[in-house]
């Protein structure tokens, strides 16, 4: 999951980047993905918004803002459920996550990969559905797992390390299948619906950092 991320997000020449023309949009990007018969991806269009925020927090902190179960619902309303270690850090894991409406039912189940360094950390994320994960938890292999990423990348903004930087630079990918879009057509709606979910995140990270009593550590 988190290399279809990273191939999304790299600037490969098939990965046509375009500004976003919306007001408050300059520092945000959008890409269209046409996909028709290719491994590890839904079919149809979907579409991809990117932005970078700089916050004055050690990126250590914003990860762990982000997958603290404390503060995790200041930015999305979700529950874990199960997860797994994936590395040496106690912080890299693969979880499962139940996304919950106001009237606590369950509106989609994501499956998250988390995974830190002293150079970088990067969440993951993609809705799935349950018969897909029992597969996967009965045996089967989910390298081929049409999955739609989308998450952030923590970086430090200077040489000091992620403990030791002053600051963060967070990227944040959201990517969703649009039924409404072509590979000639782009709807403006479902670009409106993903820039406006992008921007509140990041609204929400920068409004947490700002105050210690958020961070979660």
């Not at 279809?4 to 990007?29: C, H, M, Q, T, Y």
């Not at 390390?161 to 039924?179: H, K, P, R, Y």
């Amino acid at each position: 999951m988190m290399r279809k991320f990273w191939a999304n997000l790299s600037d490969l020449a098939e990965n046509i980047w375009r500004p976003v023309p919306l007001k408050g949009a300059e520092n945000v990007l959008a890409m269209i993905i046409n996909a028709e018969d290719e491994e590890g991806q839904p079919p149809g269009t979907s579409i991809v918004i990117a932005t970078t925020v700089w916050v004055l927090t050690s990126p250590r902190r914003v990860f762990d803002f982000l997958n603290n179960e404390g503060t995790r619902n200041r930015w999305r309303h979700v529950r874990e459920t199960g997860y797994i270690d994936n590395g040496c850090d106690h912080g890299n894991q693969v979880s499962i996550l139940e996304v919950k409406s106001t009237e606590d039912q369950i509106v989609v189940i994501l499956l998250q990969e988390i995974y830190t360094t002293l150079t970088g950390s990067y969440v993951t994320f993609a809705p799935v559905e349950a018969s897909t994960l029992d597969m996967i938890l009965n045996g089967g292999s989910p390298e081929n797992l049409p999955i739609l990423p989308s998450g952030f990348s923590i970086l430090p903004d200077g040489p000091k390390g992620n403990e030791g930087s002053t600051g963060s630079l967070v990227t944040m990918a959201f990517q969703i299948l649009d039924t409404a879009s072509s590979a000639t057509y782009v709807s403006p709606d479902s670009v409106a619906t993903t820039f406006k979910l992008v921007m509140e995140t990041a609204e929400c990270i920068k409004a947490a950092m700002l105050n210690p009593l958020n961070l979660g550590t």
